[in-house]
């Protein structure tokens, strides 16, 4: 069972990324996704989620409107467009999966991550 984060890199201020959540060995349809992200010097801080069942969409007050999170069921895979790209997005990101509810998954404590993939805005 395994979750990983990628598509992350280096963009300037304005620009575009997509990261994706890729899964092996279990079937995210039946998980709430959510995204986290963690800069430097500060704690992780939830960023987004979509829920299992009905894939509802979440988003924290600072990406709201400039994030859009969705699932490609076929491939297994759960995507984070990010628009607008401040630098203070600058950060890890990383996926997680969990049988709860979004709303639960924005203040739980998880203790073990996957691979995060690096966002860096810059000019």
């Known amino acids: 069972v395994q979750l990983q984060a990628s598509g992350g890199g280096l963009v300037q201020p304005g620009g575009s990324l997509r990261l994706f959540c890729t899964a092996s060995?279990?079937?995210?349809?039946?998980?709430?996704v959510g995204w986290f992200r963690q800069a430097p010097g500060k704690e992780r801080e939830w960023v987004s989620c979509t829920s299992r069942g009905d894939f509802s969409t979440y988003y924290a007050d600072s990406v709201e409107g400039r994030f859009t999170v969705s699932r490609d069921v076929a491939k297994n895979t759960v995507y984070l467009q990010m628009d607008s790209l401040e630098s203070d997005d600058t950060a890890i990101y990383y996926c997680?999966?969990?049988?709860?509810?979004?709303?639960?998954?924005?203040?739980?404590?998880?203790?073990?991550w996957g691979q995060g993939t690096q966002v860096t805005v810059s000019s």
């Open positions: 060995g279990f079937t995210l349809d039946y998980y709430a």
């Open positions: 997680m999966a969990d049988r709860t509810f979004c709303t639960i998954m924005r203040t739980r404590s998880y203790h073990t």
